[in-house]
T-cell receptor
Framework: ETGVTQTPRHLVMGMTNKKSLKCEQHLGHNAMYWYKQSAKKPLELMFVYSLEERVENNSVPSRFSPECPNSSHLFLHLHTLQPEDSALYLCASSQDDSRLEAFFGQGTRLTVV | SQQGEEDPQALSIQEGENATMNCSYK?????LQWYRQNSGRGLVHLILIRSNEREKHSGRLRVTLDTSKKSSSLLITASRAADTASYFC???????????FGGGTRVLVKP
């Protein structure tokens, strides 16, 4: 275990559903990240939170809405997704200093039908 | 386009052999990291090499960094079947707080 826990591990949702992905870290880190991993594509950074403040949004569609209520928790709220949004969504955390070693959760395998 | 690109995309070797994979990147970096991912699971950090370092070792892993060529290599010596995974390089920009990953190298170690 890396100290970063993601739930659920698997999620199947329809295009009209609303669901949320949850990430929790017990490492005392102050930065958290959402990545998207699609087949045959590099890992894509979606959002970065540092000290609970969003510091980066890599042109992610508004149907993905992140929330960071505190430094230990990160959510990704999903609504009106498309089939091409099916992917492995990975959460990571790190200590926000010059040594940026990221600790990843196991991911949520999302399938949009 | 992506910052890091791994080469080769896939590698198949026999147990006991060495596995070498390369990573090239485009812009200046603060450090370069290598991660491992077993199928459908999260990434695990393996090793970090700073921009002012040229070589680093960790167990059976050896990483080199050539900032003049903007490239890095990961060598796994005496490979084992358990080393079968995808390996990714990731670069941190000088501005910090952001890791950019390459497409990965899929390594298959046959027993």
């Amino acid at each position: 275990e890396t100290g970063v826990t993601q739930t659920p591990r698997h999620l199947v949702m329809g295009m009209t559903n609303k669901k949320s992905l949850k990430c929790e870290q017990h490492l005392g880190h102050n930065a958290m990240y959402w990545y998207k991993q699609s087949a045959k594509k590099p890992l894509e950074l979606m959002f970065v939170y540092s000290l609970e403040e969003r510091v980066e949004n890599n042109s992610v569609p508004s149907r993905f809405s992140p929330e960071c209520p505190n430094s230990s928790h990160l959510f990704l709220h999903l609504h009106t997704l498309q089939p091409e949004d099916s992917a492995l969504y990975l959460c990571a955390s790190s200590q926000d200093d010059s040594r940026l070693e990221a600790f990843f959760g196991q991911g949520t395998r999302l399938t949009v039908v | 386009s992506q910052q890091g690109e791994e080469d080769p995309q896939a590698l198949s070797i026999q147990e006991g052999e060495n596995a070498t994979m390369n990573c090239s990147y485009k812009t200046s970096i603060n450090n370069l990291q290598w991660y491992r991912q077993n199928s459908g699971r999260g990434l695990v950090h393996l090793i970090l090499i700073r921009s002012n370092e040229r070589e680093k070792h960790s167990g059976r892993l050896r990483v080199t960094l050539d900032t003049s060529k903007k490239s890095s290599s990961l060598l796994i010596t005496a490979s084992r079947a358990a080393d079968t995974a995808s390996y990714f390089c990731a670069t941190e920009s000088p501005a910090g707080n952001k890791l950019t990953f390459g497409g990965g190298t899929r390594v298959l170690v046959k027993p």
